[in-house]
Antibody, heavy 123, light 108 residues
Framework: EVQLVESGGGLVQPGRSLRLSCAAS????????MHWVRQAPGKGLEWVSG????????GYADSVKGRFTISRDNAKNSLYLQMNSLRAEDTALYYC????????????????WGQGTLVTVSS | SYVLTQPPSVSVAPGQTARITCGGN??????VHWYQQKPGQAPVLVVY???DRPSGIPERFSGSNSGNTATLTISRVEAGDEADYYC???????????FGTGTKVTVL
């Protein structure tokens, strides 16, 4: 059974940093691209970032480019999102999602999702 | 950046057919995927590559895509289909994922 478990969310002040983690199990992690998708309270889904199986291809939404960094550790079956210079508008539930291809551009959709970790940016 | 537009809401009686549109410039040239999200739950993939269904998704869910509009059709709607639905594409020009604005389906 595929499982994606996010952690690392919490309350953080504007301008500070936070690192999210996603622990994957039930599939061969290094065979697939992975993504972060967020959802602000009461709002729609927003793609945040994606990374290929070998970290060779990485992309970001314009809203987070230059502030967020996605990474993965295939030996630990884990995905990460380093979030710097956080803003109030980054407040959201952050989902980890599995791609069906090895690079995001190959398939570009998400067949499994975690339950999310909540990030609240407020003073 | 690429924009996908959905109607905010669709209402349908049980047993009838719900159609949810997703508009985008020449969307027919892209692969469109659809997700269902119930309150307090993570999204679930219901249609991928315009019209394919993942295992476990009822045949009542179908999709089409042509020109500037993609459509998710839910036949013989049930109370359990009440949820938010999102279309999604991969925009190869920007190498970014793009979600539609979302549609709330209400079963009357």
């Amino acid at each position: 059974e595929v499982q994606l478990v996010e952690s690392g969310g919490g309350l953080v002040q504007p301008g500070r940093s936070l690192r999210l983690s996603c622990a994957a199990s039930g599939f061969t992690f290094d065979d697939y691209a992975m993504h972060w998708v967020r959802q602000a309270p009461g709002k729609g889904l927003e793609w945040v970032s994606g990374i290929s199986w070998n970290s060779g291809s990485i992309g970001y939404a314009d809203s987070v480019k230059g502030r967020f960094t996605i990474s993965r550790d295939n030996a630990k079956n884990s995905l990460y999102l380093q979030m710097n210079s956080l803003r109030a508008e980054d407040t959201a539930l952050y989902y980890c999602a599995k791609d069906t291809g090895v690079v995001p551009a190959a398939r570009g959709y998400f067949d499994y999702w975690g339950q999310g970790t909540l990030v609240t940016v407020s003073s | 950046s690429y924009v996908l537009t959905q109607p905010p809401s669709v209402s349908v009686a049980p047993g009838q057919t719900a159609r949810i549109t997703c508009g985008g410039n020449n969307i027919g040239s892209k692969s469109v995927h659809w997700y269902q999200q119930k309150p307090g739950q993570a999204p679930v993939l219901v249609v991928y590559d315009d019209s394919d269904r993942p295992s476990g998704i009822p045949e009542r869910f179908s999709g089409s895509n042509s020109g500037n509009t993609a459509t998710l059709t839910i036949s013989r709607v049930e109370a359990g289909d009440e949820a938010d639905y999102y279309c999604q594409v991969w925009d190869s020009s920007s190498d970014q994922g793009v979600f539609g604005t979302g549609t709330k389906v209400t079963v009357l």
